[in-house]
C-alpha cells in the first residue's frame, strides 16, 4: 500500500516539519487506540510510531506514543514556486507497516496505514519542531523528540476515495464520434 500526498505552505508559515496518521474512514483523532501508525517528518526523512490516540506530539511535553516501527531517508521532496510558497510530497510504501504483529489493547486489530474506500486523515504541519529537545536524533539517526507546535492542519472524515468509472457506453459513444468526424474529413476532400 502506497501513501502518496503532499502540502502546499507559504514560506512565512515556518514549517519544519509535519506529522499524520490514515485512518480507513472516521477522522483518526482519538480514533486510533493503538491500532495505527503516526508518521513524523522533519521535511527530509519520516518515522513511523505507534499511535495511541493521545495528542500527535512526540516530545519532551508528551508522553512517547508507542515504540518506533520503521523510517526512511530522503522520501520527502520540496519545491518552491519562487513566489513564497514551498510545495513538499511524499510518495511511500507502508506495506511493511501493515504486516507488522503490533500488539494493542482492547483486542483490537493493529491496521498500520490503512484506508479503502473511505479515508480519515489528521494531517499537521509544525513549526519549532525541535525546540525544547536536547538533540532530536538518537545516535543511530532515529527521532528522539519532535515537540514543535501544531501550525496548519488538514482533518477529514468519512472522504471517499473510490474513482467513478466512465458509463460502459461512453468510451464507445466517443470512438463512434470519432469515427464520425473521421468520415466527414474524408467526404469533404
Known amino acids: 500500500m502506497w501513501v502518496k500526498m503532499s502540502f502546499t505552505s507559504k514560506d512565512s508559515d515556518n514549517a519544519d516539519g509535519f506529522w499524520v496518521v490514515v485512518n480507513d474512514g472516521p477522522q483518526p483523532y482519538h480514533q486510533a487506540q493503538g491500532h495505527l501508525a503516526i508518521l513524523y517528518s522533519d521535511l527530509t526523512d519520516v518515522w513511523a510510531y505507534q499511535y495511541t ?28 514556486d519562487g513566489a513564497g510558497k514551498t510545495t513538499y510530497s511524499m510518495s511511500l510504501d507502508v506495506s511493511v507497516l501493515n504486516n ?27 513549526q519549532n519542531t525541535f525546540a525544547g529537545c ?26 471517499t476515495t473510490t474513482v467513478v468509472p466512465l458509463p460502459a457506453g461512453l468510451p464507445l459513444m466517443l470512438a463512434g464520434l470519432g469515427a464520425f468526424g473521421l468520415a466527414r474529413r474524408f467526404k469533404k476532400a
Not at 507488522?100 to 509544525?126: A, Q, S
Not at 538518537?138 to 468519512?158: A, P
Open 100 to 126: 507488522l504483529n503490533v500488539p494493542t489493547d482492547n483486542g483490537v486489530t493493529w491496521e498500520g496505514v490503512k484506508f479503502d474506500e473511505m479515508i480519515g486523515t489528521w494531517l499537521h504541519t509544525t
Open 134 to 159: 536536547t538533540g532530536p536524533y538518537e545516535v543511530n539517526g532515529n527521532l528522539k523528540c519532535f515537540s514543535g507546535s501544531d501550525w496548519l492542519g488538514w482533518d477529514e472524515s468519512m472522504r
Open 53 to 80: 490516540g493521545m495528542a500527535g506530539v512526540r516530545g519532551v511535553n508528551s508522553a512517547f506514543e508507542g515504540t518506533q516501527l520503521d523510517s526512511w531517508e530522503n522520501v520527502v521532496q520540496s519545491s518552491s
